[in-house]
Each structure stands twice: as structure tokens, then as C-alpha cells.
């Protein structure tokens, strides 16, 4: 059926009032509507970030999921934005995502974290200093994205050292032997080298032959794999203590020349460590119970970051930064609600939300866009830049040593959600005591 012309200048309308008061929402009400053709980034009127921040309003005021694959290489004007959502208006409807599937190992014991640990690499630089050694102007990444310094490695450091540090501290912590792994499982996204990241550890910590060593993947999101690798394990019977390692060194790999300064410039350095034990879920257990994993792939927006060797020795990249920040946003929330919806734990009730941190700003819209304090997010990356696999650990880690200071009845439930190139996905939560559902026994 063709929609009559007085249907379709009321959709207009429709679609106007919800341009302009989602941008009335962005800038208040003493700035002067713009143009329909006015590119509001390159007049200044909204940065990247507060740009991503508008589209998204504009996403959940008019009921479309997906506006911002439609404006892809267009230029960010009012015509723009109306264009796509017309286009979208157009389509037959469809349905929204399908519910995640939660991966639910078997009733063994339960994966409980006991102790972790967090190792920044050493070197503490400026992010105006990185800002000149990218050519960039003075002050774009503390003021465009937020992040005021980062960590780079020392002569010495690398991802060995560091995730060893880290894992060195968390069995010190635990008064957990290294006799008494089971397992070393890592992860990292750049350490490329033989043998495999946790070998090298099982090598340094001397632990016995007979502790299995693991690598796994994701990027970003290897934090979650890893995780979720060890509460399978945990839960089958087959080990009772895993330790979890992630190190990232990026500093020598995203060198200025290599790569352009607003992808190379975001990223700095660090390894996390987490001691997971088999238990009850008891208080006297003293620790955070792994709940139930999502995981899958948004590939529709595979192509917003595509890292490859080119034929010089030097890295070819292809960083749709905004497409990529809408995507972020977009399913990190999506995560997060699919996490509280499987747990039965209200987000109103979660202590900290441990995320990927592509970058201070983003983090601020994401808290915004799920209605919960930024303060629930712990700010990592404004000091020592997107860690890569390291991220969400490093805000888990911080999480936990800020739980750890409360008695454990006044302790929250922790959410994690992260990404990686892809899109791929993942979330789960953590609980303490009775802090859990039916379903998530």
C-alpha cells in the first residue's frame, strides 16, 4: 500500500520534531537551529563524539536500531540524517535482534574470582606529547577523546614481563602457590611471537609440566573468551585454579609512521591477571561468582576497523572512527541490558559496569544512554589509553579492589561487557552470596 501524501508530510514532521529536540538535548536552547546542509563537525557545531551522542538520541527517540549504518561516508548535516531515516522508514519492518544465547556450562563447581592484579607499563607520556608525534593538532585526544596521558613500555617491559608481574602479584595476593595451577590462560593482541604468551608465563612462574598452557583471541573481547574458557573448565571438574593473563604492549607496534595518529595514538600499555578457584559460592569462599556468557558477531559493521600488513613492512588500517563509535555504543548496550535481562539483576543495582574503553568520551555516552552513573564505570583508559585485551580487565581489576574495601554483604554485582574487532561481543556478570537468580545457578 503507497502511504498517502498527507501521511508522509506527517512522518516528516515526526522525524523533524525528533531531529531538533535531540539536538536541543545536545547543545540547550541558546544555540541557533543550523541549516539542513550544514556539516555540523567540520562547522564546529558538534565534535565526533557529541555527534555519536546526538545519532543515538535520535536512534532511541524515533525507534530505529540501526540508523547510523545509513549514514556512513555522509557528511554529518540535519539532510543527512533525514535521508536515512526516510530510507529506513521505507524498508518493510523488521525484527530486532534475536535474544543472545547464554552459554551455560554444566552443574559442577562454581568459577570464583579471588584476586586479581593490574600492571601498567611504566612510562607515563602526555597525551599532547603523543598528539606531536602523531601529527596531530595540540590537544585533540584530551580534548576529542578525552584521555589526558598514556602508558608506554619502559626499555625492558613487554608483554611477558608485564602479564608475569601481574600474575606474580595476584598468586602473592591469594597465598596461591604456582604448584597448585591447573591452568594458564592468555590472551593478548600483541604478542605475535613463539612460544605463545602463555607459554612463556607457564616457562617464568616454574609452574609443574602436568598445568595445562592456553592462548586465546578476540582482541578486545579476550578477556571474556578467556573467562569463559576457565568457568567451562571449572565447571566440568577438570581443573580447580586458573589463572587468567592478558598483556598488551602496543607502543612498538602502532608507531607513528606506521599508522595515522587517530588510530595509533588511542592505545597503550598493560597486562591484568585473575585467579579463579573452584567453590560453593559460600561467603567464606571470598570471592566474585562468574555468572553465565553471551557472545556473538555484528558483522554488518566488520568493516569499521580492518588492521593488515601492507607490502612496505607498515600497517594498513581502516578506522571508520564514528561508524565504529555508534556501533560500540550501540551494542555495548545492547550487552548490557541482555546481561541484566539473564541474571535478574536490575542495572540500578550493579555496583560496576567493567567495559571496553575505547576512549573517556565514550565511556561518559554509554553510561548516558544506560541511565547509570559514569561513576559505576571505572575511568582506566583517561590515563593510559584503550589497553586492547587488557581494557575490560583493567576495569574488572579496579572494580574488584574497590569491592574489596566494602564488607562482603554491602558488595555489588559486576557487569562486563566488551567488544573486538568484528563485531564480536560478549558479556556476563559477576555476583557474590545470594546475589543470583535460578536461571544463573
Given amino acids: 500500500m503507497v502511504p498517502s501524501l ?32 550544514v556539516d555540523l563537525i567540520e562547522a564546529g557545531i558538534l565534535d565526533s563524539m557529541s555527534w555519536v551522542s546526538f545519532l543515538r538520541g535520535v536512534e532511541i527517540a524515533s525507534g530505529v536500531s540501526d540508523l547510523g549504518s545509513a549514514l556512513n561516508e555522509q557528511p554529518a548535516t540535519f539532510a543527512s540524517v533525514f535521508a536515512a531515516l526516510q530510507q529506513v522508514d521505507s524498508k518493510p519492518l523488521e525484527q530486532d535482534d534475536p535474544p543472545p544465547e547464554f552459554v551455560r ?17 611504566s612510562r607515563v607520556v602526555p597525551s599532547e606529547e603523543i598528539d606531536r608525534a602523531f601529527g596531530m593538532p595540540i590537544g585533540k585526544l584530551r580534548h576529542r577523546a578525552g584521555i589526558e596521558s598514556l602508558a608506554y613500555a619502559a626499555e625492558g617491559e613487554n608483554e ?56 586465546v583471541g578476540g582482541a578486545c573481547l579476550g578477556l571474556l573468551n578467556a573467562l569463559a574458557v576457565a568457568r567451562s573448565l571449572i565447571g566440568s571438574g577438570a581443573a580447580q585454579n586458573i589463572l587468567v593473563v592478558t598483556a598488551d604492549v602496543h607502543s612498538r607496534t602502532l608507531t607513528p609512521g606506521r599508522v595515522k595518529g587517530e588510530f595509533g595514538g588511542l592505545f597503550g600499555d598493560g597486562a591484568t591477571a585473575f585467579l579463579l578457584r573452584g567453590g560453593n559460592g559460600t561467603e567464606s569462599d571470598g570471592g566474585y561468582r562468574v555468572g553465565e556468557f553471551l557472545f556473538g558477531c555484528a558483522g554488518q559493521y566488520a568493516a569499521a576497523i580492518q588492521v593488515s600488513d601492507d607490502l612496505e613492512g607498515g600497517l594498513a588500517v581502516r578506522f571508520d572512527g564514528d561508524a565504529l563509535s555508534r556501533a560500540a555504543i550501540t551494542r555495548l548496550e545492547k550487552t548490557i541490558s541482555a546481561v541484566e535481562s539473564r541474571s535478574g539483576i536490575p542495572r540500578a543495582a550493579v555496583g560496576y559496569f567493567a567495559t571496553h574503553q575505547p576512549n573517556p568520551r565514550l565511556l561518559t555516552l554509554l553510561a548516558k544512554q544506560c541511565g547509570v552513573s559514569p561513576q559505576a564505570f571505572p575511568p582506566i583508559c583517561r590515563t593510559s589509553g584503550n589497553l586492547g585485551s587488557s581494557m575490560c580487565a583493567a576495569a574488572l581489576h579496579t572494580a574488584l579492589q574497590s569491592a574489596s574495601q ?36
Fill in 6 to 37: 498527507s501521511s508522509s508530510l506527517r512522518v516528516r514532521e515526526m522525524w523533524i520534531r525528533i531531529v531538533e529536540q535531540c539536538f536541543r538535548r545536545e547543545l540547550g536552547d541558546s544555540i541557533s537551529l543550523p541549516d539542513d546542509t
Fill in 105 to 121: 556450562p554444566g552443574r559442577g563447581n562454581l568459577a570464583l574470582i579471588t584476586g586479581s592484579s593490574l600492571a601498567l607499563a
Fill in 160 to 215: 611477558l614481563t608485564l602479564g608475569a608481574k601481574a600474575a606474580e602479584e595476584t598468586l602473592r595476593g591469594t597465598s596461591c602457590g604456582a604448584h597448585e595451577l591447573d591452568w594458564i590462560i592468555a590472551t593478548s593482541e600483541t604478542h605475535h611471537n613463539y612460544p605463545l604468551l602463555a607459554a612463556q608465563l607457564h616457562s617464568r612462574l616454574l609452574v609443574r609440566e602436568n598445568c595445562g598452557a592456553l592462548d
Fill in 406 to 441: 566494602l564488607p562482603v554483604a554491602e558488595r555489588k554485582p559486576i557487569f562486563l561487557a566488551s567488544l573486538g574487532p568484528g563485531l564480536l561481543f560478549g558479556g556476563t556478570w559477576l555476583s557474590i552470596g545470594d546475589q543470583r537468580t535460578e536461571a544463573g545457578d
